[in-house]
């Protein structure tokens, strides 16, 4: 169980919320509980081990994209961003960006937000707000769209990766077979670095990035992971 402290304490300009949210976690750590709360990268580094679970926003998960170096390896790290009805954030964001930033996890804002009088009303704003909906209810359960599709693509967009990271793994055991020396620097090439697609600016990214650049790559680790499959059954060491 972790205790949710002040919300995006960081954003205070003064330093003070950040300050509070400090003195509460040190209070939730001392009788024994484990702390959370949305945070810029900046407030956890400084909160230090006051905070055992970062969420991080957008412009820090976005640096850590960039670098993954400053990911804590110490720490569960997840990292959160607001629904913006675009596919390619959410597969993106739950996917590829937490695969190579090395975060833990990812989640919206809300699976569904309702800021109007009406679920399927977008444009009963409430003030700025508008409705933030993957899915929307009815009488015979949640009606998906595009973007909640979206985040199913990105979630298996990382199973293939950890499939192939294991089977990587496991081949390395084996010594002496040339032809799977040859498909493990494949394999490591595909887990070490994106597809150029997939590099840059991760909001630049959003308006760049299609579909089929999504598919290119899965497909390339989908056969890489055939072809370790094959060769280790041939050694009689694939489950």
């Known amino acids: 169980i972790l205790y949710y402290g002040i919300d995006e304490p960081a954003y205070d300009p003064t330093g003070k919320a950040l300050e509070r949210s400090g003195k509460l976690f040190e209070i939730i750590r001392k009788a024994g509980g484990k702390t959370t709360t949305a945070i810029t990268l900046a407030g956890a580094n400084k909160l230090g081990s006051l905070i055992d679970v970062p969420i991080y926003d957008e412009p820090s998960a976005n640096r850590i994209f960039q670098d993954p170096g400053l990911k804590n390896k110490n720490k569960i790290e997840l990292h959160y961003w607001h629904?913006?009805?675009?596919?390619?954030?959410?597969?993106?964001?739950?996917?590829?960006?937490?695969?190579?930033?090395?975060?833990?996890?990812?989640?919206?804002?809300?699976?569904?937000?309702?800021?109007?009088?009406?679920?399927?009303?977008?444009?009963?704003?409430?003030?700025?707000?508008?409705?933030?909906?993957?899915?929307y209810p009815s009488k015979e359960g949640p009606i998906p769209t595009i973007q909640w599709e979206a985040v199913r693509e990105g979630i298996d967009d990382v199973r293939y990766l950890?499939?192939?990271?294991?089977?990587?793994?496991?081949?390395?055991?084996?010594?002496?077979?040339?032809?799977?020396?040859?498909?493990?620097?494949?394999?490591?090439?595909?887990?070490?670095?994106?597809?150029?697609?997939?590099?840059?600016?991760?909001?630049?990214?959003?308006?760049?990035?299609?579909?089929?650049?999504?598919?290119?790559?899965?497909?390339?680790?989908?056969?890489?992971?055939?072809?370790?499959?094959?060769?280790?059954?041939?050694?009689?060491?694939?489950?």
Request: proline share 5%; charged share 30%.
């Open 83 to 135: 629904p913006l009805e675009n596919p390619n954030v959410d597969r993106l964001r739950f996917g590829l960006l937490v695969w190579k930033s090395g975060l833990d996890g990812a989640y919206p804002f809300a699976y569904r937000a309702v800021f109007s009088h009406d679920p399927y009303d977008d444009f009963g704003k409430k003030g700025n707000l508008r409705n933030e909906m993957y899915t």
């Open 162 to 239: 950890t499939t192939l990271s294991y089977l990587v793994k496991k081949s390395q055991a084996i010594k002496g077979n040339e032809a799977l020396d040859k498909e493990i620097k494949k394999g490591i090439r595909l887990l070490k670095s994106l597809p150029g697609a997939f590099n840059g600016n991760v909001n630049l990214l959003y308006k760049d990035l299609k579909p089929e650049d999504f598919q290119d790559y899965r497909w390339q680790v989908a056969e890489q992971i055939i072809r370790l499959q094959e060769l280790l059954k041939k050694q009689g060491s694939v489950r």
